[in-house]
């Protein structure tokens, strides 16, 4: 049996009882929508209404097993009322292939290993790449082939850090760092080789086995 205790939390009582039902101080209001099995202790909640307010109406809940399906989300911190911004609505993880660009063109991949973990509109990059050949790259350089386009407003850069780097060709003591623009799905290489600040990582900079490793935080439009 499933359960609403006073109408904001759900928990899963017993898995072999096909019920689901709302309380309040205890006492059962109504059972709640069409159950339908999905499987062992699973119910269906759909579209179903106490004195005519809907619940879950045209896009329904799950409890299946252990899992509560949401597809419209969950208000979090804000009551009993929806709110967008305390909105949770979206989260993935997954793997994707990284690529060292200049735009243009990518060099000859050796080794390009990533993952991905989007909470909301928060995306951060765990990934590294070590190309085998330069081929045709030229002038500034980008991690590039991002899962996620970045949000388009202006002023929402995300960062991307290198916490290992092998074959570059800068001067000791110089550090190699990105910023994500917007719009866009790659991160701009920098090299930290002035007193005054940081200057895009250039081509002439990498040899033929360049690779690093880098985690990288940026934020989507949704």
């Known amino acids: 049996m499933a359960q609403i205790d006073s109408l904001t939390q759900v928990g899963l009582i017993n898995a072999t009882d096909l019920a689901l039902i709302i309380r309040a101080g205890g006492n059962v209001l109504a059972t709640v929508g069409t159950m339908a099995a999905q499987g062992s202790g699973a119910v269906d909640i759909n579209g179903g209404a106490i004195d005519g307010t809907p619940i879950g109406a045209n896009t329904p809940a799950y409890i299946t097993g252990t899992r509560v399906i949401a597809s419209e989300g969950i208000t979090l911190g804000n009551g009993t009322t929806y709110a967008a911004a305390n909105t949770l609505d979206d989260y993935e993880e997954g793997s994707w292939t990284p690529s ?10 050796g080794l390009a290993l990533a993952t991905y973990v989007k909470v909301g509109r928060l995306v951060t990059l765990h990934g590294r790449i070590i ?3 330069k081929g045709s790259l030229s002038g500034s350089l980008l991690v590039a082939s ?13 960062s991307l850090s290198v ?9 000791a003591g110089e550090n190699i760092s990105g910023f994500v623009p917007a719009s866009s799905t790659s991160a701009a290489l920098q090299v930290y080789n002035a007193g005054t600040g940081t200057a895009a990582l250039d081509t002439a900079e990498v040899t033929a086995d360049f690779g690093i490793i880098f985690i990288c935080t940026y934020e989507t439009d949704a």
Request: charged share 10%; net charge negative; hydrophobic share 30%.
């Open 100 to 109: 060292l660009s200049d735009g243009t063109t990518t060099g000859t991949s």
């Open 163 to 171: 916490v290992q780097c092998e074959a570059a060709n800068i001067t």
């Open 146 to 158: 991002f899962p996620f386009t970045s949000a388009s407003s202006a002023g929402r850069f995300g």
């Open 131 to 133: 190309i085998s050949s």
